[in-house]
């Protein structure tokens, strides 16, 4: 599916971390529930990363109204990225939902979809795909239509694991690519593909940290360069781009309303 000239980006601002969390713990349950209802079935892939693992505790935790809200026995779970680690290693992308989120709730094996890191990155990103392409039934050059995609984006601009100047950023065809990235510790990532995250009902980013703030207006109202700003890629070919922000990732956007939200459009 190819994206409009226009893309409106709705932002939310949370005051601290934990409210941050809260939102984005909602979203979830509400488009969860969304998709449920529409087609029967939510089909989900997140990201890693610090900012998240709060937002996955409170779903998981019993004592907050999510969990029991939350249609577990119709959702399945895939990952964004990953990085060439095994599933027990302490950066496994995994590793983090697991302990924090599926440990904890009452999914089935079969509904969760691993990207197997622990393999040659060539291998694990053709058995990734190949699972895409069992699961949702694809046939030829179809593209997977995730019912919501969660994405974090690092100081570097960089989303799911497209870093700048690597190849990924420049794979349209494959639905998994293996990207080698040499500026970090892990130099290889297994990653989704940017049309895969566009063609998604519904694209989200969960951002947190003053660190972020300077990239993130550069990315959302700067000259448009997605070889060195990677986030520029996520065009959701719905039109439409949602961001959960704190108060520090947001300091360089135009003020939030008095409820907290915030409005720009970006044209190609």
């Known amino acids: 599916m190819r994206a409009g000239k226009t893309l409106k980006i709705n932002y939310y601002v949370e005051p601290d971390p934990a409210a941050l969390a809260r939102h984005a713990a909602q979203y979830f349950l509400e488009m969860t529930r969304e998709a449920v209802e529409a087609r029967g079935r939510a089909r989900i892939a997140i990201s890693g990363g610090s900012t998240p693992t709060a937002t996955f505790a409170l779903l998981a935790d019993p ?80 593209s997977p239509r995730f019912d919501l995609i969660a994405l974090g984006m690092g100081p570097d601009g960089h989303t799911a694991s497209l870093f700048p100047e690597t190849g990924a950023l420049h794979e349209m065809s494959r639905l998994v690519v293996a990207n080698h990235v040499p500026q970090q510790k892990q130099s ?62 947001a300091a360089f956007l135009p003020a939030a309303d008095g409820e907290g939200r915030g409005f720009l459009e970006r044209n190609r």
């Open 63 to 142: 004592n907050q109204p999510y969990r029991a809200h939350m249609p577990w026995d119709n959702l399945d779970l895939y990952w964004v990225d990953e990085r060439c680690v095994p599933p027990d290693a302490a950066d496994s992308n995994y590793r983090m939902t697991r302990e924090a989120l599926l440990d904890h709730v009452p999914l089935r094996p079969d509904q969760i979809h691993r990207i197997e890191g622990e393999l040659d990155p060539e291998v694990a990103a053709s058995r990734y795909e190949s699972e895409l392409r069992n699961s949702f039934r694809l046939e030829g050059a179809e």
């Open 188 to 249: 290889w990532r297994i990653t989704l593909t940017w049309p895969v995250i566009n063609n998604a009902s519904s694209v989200f980013f969960l951002i947190a940290g003053a660190d972020k703030a300077a990239v993130l207006n550069q990315v959302l109202t700067g000259a448009r360069n997605p070889e060195l700003l990677p986030s520029q890629l996520i065009w959701p070919a719905s039109g439409i781009l949602t961001l959960i922000l704190d108060q520090a990732a």
